[in-house]
């Protein structure tokens, strides 16, 4: 298989800002791209970055399709899945729960025996609270849990960078200029060929409207993603670092932990910490790499296929 196929949840909870037929008033749809048989026993959930979507694993989830079932939903806000009406619902409670009624949907349509999850920065925090809540009704537990340089401490001087850019839509002429301007505010990913960043841009626009005979694009997802991060002091991000560790703690699941050597937001003391306390994290650092690996880099997809292969 070299394309995946596009799936909807409907998910309680938000309402979409435009409910479509079959989204209950009170919910709305997160679109998820599967890769592989669709009835294997085998998952491998991967959760993208903050202002990222599911298609950034295309690379990896090629890799992997032959040997599992590959999920790569678009958290909601981005990609195909709906915009909420209310942007406050952008936060990590909303999108747990999405994930639990995406686990839900993918345990009717084939059993889950084995979960494993892949997850970057946001994907990787949503992930330790999905592995480290015990009482959640999971399929089954998380077995293997990747975190892309993402812990329980996100630096408060990355989290101030991303803030500069986060929201700023912009509209763009071609899909090369939309390129060029996101790995302006994206070098921390480390060396790409042209070819690699335009594959991983792609996805990352959608026409300005629907039959638009200019060409012209924005990113694809709700500028009103960033009303959250906005409203974030430095003390309400200290004082959920508590709630993070205790999380970590409780995690059961033999972890690998990425790190861009260079990488501002998962500082080399909290992942020594990560080492040595809950599941004493493997960790796997990248030279000449920041914040975040995107897992195209051949040493990149290697540690991760290794990781899920290791019996």
Do not use: K
């Not at 959930?45 to 298609?55: A, K, T």
């Not at 694809?220 to 002091?233: K, N």
């Amino acid at each position: 298989m070299t394309d995946p196929v596009l799936h909807h949840v409907v998910c309680p909870g938000p309402a979409a800002a435009d409910a479509g037929e079959g989204v209950a008033p009170a919910g709305h749809r997160m679109a998820y791209w599967q890769w592989g048989d669709p009835r294997h026993p085998h998952v491998l959930v991967c959760v993208h970055g903050l202002s990222r979507q599911g298609r950034d694993f295309d690379t990896l989830a090629r890799a992997l399709a032959p040997h599992m079932r590959v999920v790569c939903p678009d958290v909601v806000g981005r990609g195909r899945s709906d915009w909420l009406a209310d942007a406050l619902g952008y936060q990590f409670p909303t999108y747990v729960a999405d994930m639990l009624a995406l686990l839900a949907q993918l345990q009717v349509q084939a059993p889950i025996q084995a979960l494993d999850w892949v997850g970057t920065s946001m994907g990787g925090l949503i992930g330790m609270m999905v592995a480290g809540h015990p009482g959640l009704p999971l399929p089954a537990p998380v077995c293997r849990l990747v975190l892309n340089d993402v812990g329980p401490v996100v630096q408060w001087e990355a989290l101030q960078r991303i803030g500069t850019y986060l929201g700023r839509s912009g509209r763009f002429s071609s899909l090369q200029e939309a390129a060029d301007a996101m790995w302006a505010v994206s070098t921390g990913f480390g060396p790409h060929t042209a070819e690699q960043w335009l594959d991983l841009s792609r996805h990352m626009v959608r026409p300005v409207a629907p039959g638009n005979a200019s060409g012209a694009l924005e990113l694809h997802y709700d500028p009103r993603i960033a009303v959250p991060l906005g409203g974030l002091t430095q003390e309400a991000a200290t004082q959920g670092e508590a709630t993070l560790w205790q999380l970590y703690d409780q995690i059961q699941a033999r972890t690998l932990l990425l790190r861009g050597a260079d990488s501002d937001l998962l500082s080399t003391a909290t992942a020594a910490a990560m080492v040595q306390r809950g599941p004493r994290a493997r960790l796997v650092e990248f030279a000449g790499v920041g914040h975040a690996p995107t897992l195209v880099a051949d040493d990149q997809l290697q540690a991760v296929r290794e990781f899920l292969h290791d019996a």
